[in-house]
């Protein structure tokens, strides 16, 4: 199996659905669905396309909080069914698809003057629900540790930026958090093109029915038919301008990015709770790079889908707001490095607020013979491919086996175990797993260096993206197989070695 993606194979599998022939099931989009979708049948035996209009992992699924829980926050809205699939994902996504990239994040809930009686005792409640979804989930200790009450002293200690005034404790719970996001979106479609599924970034759907679409090739302007006995719908917050029978009320999710030192140097994450509001939470999120995410809003979106969010200013000074309540040293606009936003495809009902919408997915199969699949979330990626896979072959009689993604690998992923002898620098065995190794010996010596004083990431990683992740353009290597592009500052020093990084992938 060869999970290699190159543009000459992109070019060429391209060429072949041209000259006709319908496949199986045709995907449109390769964010985390579509991609985990175009996993999903291939792993059955169909034969599948999978398409999008830009790269891969460039719309939402680029912007989460890289978390895979949960929810404590669904559990506030009593949503226990959407909690307990997430429980049972996050099992999955662990312990077997991507082991390598996700690791175990403590995490604080603490206890001041402002949260003290009903809101604290409410989210003492849904952690110790959660904590029992986890063990229902078949979640060890080992994996994720339980829950429990910390003192003021224990509690400052981890997070010692916390006000120690108004400290009386914190709640210590733990959760999944990925390396990055978009990284898992590249291992799936990996992983699909691994069994013959063809991804076809840069191919942008003009017009969809049930039989296939009319698409056209962007880097070349050309146009082709792409026949297919099934198509599924999976762009997300865009599927409406597909499928106008699907109704969303898609929210913006805005995160800021900080510096670490500007924290103490915080290694576990802080849950705060929103002042006056039962359901809503704040995230601190410290990442393995000296940064910090902090997130997340949940505003209404009103007007066009744009490709790439921006973050408004009303935003960042919310979750400034929210943070400064319980830090001893406020933070300023000017200590965070960078922001990004992402559009949650909501499913409308009659809600007044996005941040009460339901975060449980929907398969819909339209009455122009198109399947959608939209809501949902990052964690749960897996099921709605499953659910939208089951009824592609249901609804269009295709020929295919039973569902087998529960027990699939990504490439490069292995036990613990494993994982702990690779013979290659932590932070790489974290992003690469076994194939950390490969990463390494592909790339020249002076490529092994990280690119700045501040920026982790090698140019060696950038040439692994080049050579076996389709990454063709300086913004495919610096904003979606890396995040440099997350701080314009970081993103700015890697443009150099990007450059000769796509010069060398060229002359291979």
Known sequence: ????????????????????????????????????????????????????????????SRWSSKLVHGGLRYLAHGQIRVA????????????????????????????????????????????????????????????????????SAEAGAMAPMLRRVSLRGARLSWDGQLCDDARLVVGLARAAAARSARILPRARVIELHGDGATVEDTRTGETLHIAARAVINATGVWASSLTPHVRLRPSRGTHLVLPAAALGGLWAGLTIPVPG???????????????????????????????????????????LDVLNGVLDRPLRRSDVLGAYAGLRPLLADAADRTADLSRQHAVIDGPDGVISVVGGKLTTYRRMAEDAVDTAVRCRDLTAGACRTRRLPLPGAASPAHLARVPAPRRLVARYGVEAVDVLAEAPAHLHRPIGAEIPVTGAELLWAARHELARTVDDLLDRRTRLGLVPAYRDAALPVAGEVLELAATR
């Open 1 to 60: 199996m060869d999970a290699t993606l190159t543009g000459p194979r992109r070019d060429r599998e391209l060429a072949e659905l041209a000259e006709g022939g319908a496949v199986d099931l045709l995907v449109v989009g390769l964010g985390v669905t579509g991609a985990g979708v175009a996993l999903d049948a291939a792993s059955r035996g169909l034969s599948v396309a999978a398409v999008e209009a830009q790269d891969l992992a460039h719309g939402t």
């Open 84 to 151: 307990y699939e997430s429980a049972i994902e996050r099992h999955v996504l662990m312990t077997r698809t991507a082991p390598h990239l996700i690791r175990a994040l403590p995490m604080l809930l603490p206890t001041t003057d402002y949260t003290i009686g009903w809101q604290d005792r409410a989210a003492a409640v849904g952690l110790r629900v959660g904590d029992l979804l986890r063990v229902s989930a078949g979640t060890t200790r080992r994996t994720l540790p339980g829950t429990r009450r910390l003192g």
């Open 277 to 319: 509001d039962f359901a809503r939470y704040v995230l601190v999120l410290p990442q393995t790079d000296g940064l910090v995410y902090v997130g997340l809003t949940d505003e209404p979106l009103a007007g066009p889908i744009p490709d790439v969010p921006e973050p408004t200013e009303a935003d960042i000074a919310f979750l």
